[in-house]
Nanobody, 115 residues
């Protein structure tokens, strides 16, 4: 069973930065795409950013220019660097991957942007 474990969330002031990490296990990391989703309070889960096997990236309009997704195949880790954070970025952030027809999720990490 694929396992994804996120870390790096926390409380940050508006304008601040955080880097989320997602460590994968029981998967050949270099051959799967990775994605970060988030679920704000009372709202549906939404795609934040994804990265293909060939390192092509895609971002939600709301985070373009502020967030950067990357991955380290040797370390089986995906990252989400978040700069210029806004209160509306407050959410539980999940990493995810898809292998065949199955999508896998981590347990999530809370990001709260507040003064």
């Amino acid at each position: 069973q694929v396992q994804l474990v996120e870390s790096g969330g926390g409380l940050v002031q508006p304008g601040g930065s955080l880097r989320l990490s997602c460590v994968a296990s029981r998967i050949i990391f270099s051959i799967v795409p990775m994605a970060w989703y988030r679920q704000p309070p009372g709202k549906e889960r939404e795609l934040v950013a994804d990265i293909t096997v060939g390192d092509t990236t895609n971002y939600a309009d709301s985070v373009k220019g502020r967030f950067t997704i990357s991955k380290d195949n040797a370390g089986k880790t995906a990252y989400l660097r978040m700069n210029s954070l806004k209160p509306e970025d407050t959410a539980v952030y999940y990493c995810s991957t898809k292998l065949g027809s199955n999508r896998y999720w981590g347990q999530g990490t809370q990001v709260t942007v507040s003064s």
